[in-house]
Structures are given as structure tokens and as C-alpha cells.
């Protein structure tokens, strides 16, 4: 089974402040996806990355994915309260069949 | 992006009886769509792999009895919870794989009394 470690597991911080989550596993991904869950709902697709060493941008959203597709980020700048919500990045399961495997998740809040 | 639509959003149900929760692809077909159970701030566990025209594919620990999966068509997925108790009370959410990722439901919230 492929694991994604992410972290951190919770995140508070103020509006304007600048933060980095974190996805890592030991496995060799052919593509990441992040997604982010606000309460209630569910995930929404905000980006997938295939390339290693890829970078994408998303208004204030950085992705970036490791060179050795191992690992990924996802870099907020000028957090807003609007950004509060569950990150989850997910990859496929090895074996060929796309099953995504989910990391943990990051709980993000972002007080005014 | 692609539309995957989940309902009901949330449903109270008696201890005993048996809910069902529909997952419809809206502008794609979906041979696979996946069930996931979330509890409050944790991540998405997989419950199953919903094939359309065979049988789902069950996480170990998960009741397939219990957790009925039938996919009849390639726009359509439903889940069954059977003679629900109190300890099924969780949020559900399905996706469905579509380029160049999953997509997902907005969840059923089920809460059972």
C-alpha cells in the first residue's frame, strides 16, 4: 500500500500570513492530486501534478512536485479566511487501477 | 471540471432501517466510481470500488452486507446502508474517476437515531 504522509495535521494562522503543507511518501507517484474540503462538502479537485519537479499556480496557490515525484506542496501566500478548509492531496494506488489513496489531510483556519 | 451529484445531502434515518445513497456522474460515464466513509476532521477512508456491471470491490473491514453497492449503469452508483445503527452516523462521499482526477460528491450527511 502507498502512503502519503502530510503534514502539518492542523494549521491556525492570520489572514495575510504565508504557510506550506506538505505530502510525502516513500513511493514513486505517477501523478498527485491536492484537493481542498470545506465542512459539509465534499472535496473539490484543485490541481493535479505529473511532472516531476512541476510547478502550478492557482491565483495564490503553489504546487509543486518533487523531482523524484515522491512528494509534493502546496505553498498559500497571503492567507485568506476564505482558505480555511481540509487539504488533502491523493495519489493513485499502485497496481495500474486508479484507487485514490488520500493523505491524512491538513485543517486549515484562517482568522480575520 | 466534471459533475459528480450525491443524494440525499443529509438524511436522519431510525435504527434498523436501511438508507439509500445515490452517486450520479452528470456529464461522463464512470466504470468505477468509489465509496468513502469521513469522520469530523479526518480524511476520506475507502469504503469500496463500485464497478459498473459486476460487483464492488470492499476495503477489508468493511460489511459488504451491510454496505450494499450496486453500479447498474455507467452514470449511476448507490449505496445501501443496511438495518443502520447509531455507530453508521457519518458523513459518505462518492467520486467517480474522470481526467485528470477524481471528482466528487457533496457528501450525504447520515445521522441515524
Known amino acids: 500500500t502507498q502512503l502519503l504522509e502530510q503534514s502539518p495535521q492542523f494549521l491556525s494562522i492570520q489572514e495575510g500570513e504565508n504557510l506550506t503543507v506538505y505530502c510525502n511518501s516513500s513511493?514513486?507517484?505517477?501523478?498527485l492530486q491536492w484537493y481542498r474540503q470545506e465542512p459539509g462538502e465534499g472535496p473539490v479537485l484543485l490541481v493535479t501534478?505529473?511532472?516531476?519537479?512541476e510547478v502550478k499556480k492557482l491565483k495564490r496557490l503553489t504546487f509543486q512536485f518533487g523531482d523524484a515525484r515522491k512528494d509534493s506542496s502546496l505553498h498559500i501566500t497571503a492567507a485568506q479566511p476564505g482558505d480555511t478548509g481540509l487539504y488533502l492531496c491523493a495519489g493513485p494506488s499502485s497496481g495500474g487501477s486508479y484507487i485514490p489513496t488520500f493523505g491524512r489531510g491538513t485543517s486549515l483556519i484562517v482568522h480575520p | 471540471g466534471a459533475v459528480v451529484s450525491q443524494h440525499p445531502s443529509w438524511v436522519i434515518c431510525k435504527s434498523g432501517t436501511s438508507v439509500k445513497i445515490e452517486c450520479r456522474s452528470l456529464d461522463f460515464q464512470a466504470t468505477t466510481m468509489f465509496w468513502y466513509r469521513q469522520f469530523p476532521k479526518q480524511s476520506l477512508m475507502l469504503m469500496a470500488t463500485?464497478?459498473?456491471?459486476?460487483?464492488?470491490?470492499?476495503e477489508q473491514g468493511v460489511e459488504k452486507d451491510k454496505f450494499l453497492i450496486n453500479h447498474a449503469s455507467l452514470t449511476l452508483s448507490t449505496l445501501t446502508v443496511t438495518s443502520a445503527h447509531p455507530e453508521d452516523s457519518s458523513f459518505y462521499i462518492c467520486?467517480?474517476?474522470?481526467?485528470?482526477?477524481?471528482?466528487f460528491g457533496q457528501g450525504t450527511r447520515l445521522t441515524v437515531v
Open positions: 463500485s464497478n459498473e456491471g459486476s460487483k464492488a470491490t470492499y
Open positions: 513511493s514513486v507517484f505517477s501523478s
Open positions: 501534478v505529473v511532472t516531476g519537479g
Open positions: 467520486s467517480a474517476r474522470g481526467p485528470p482526477g477524481a471528482f
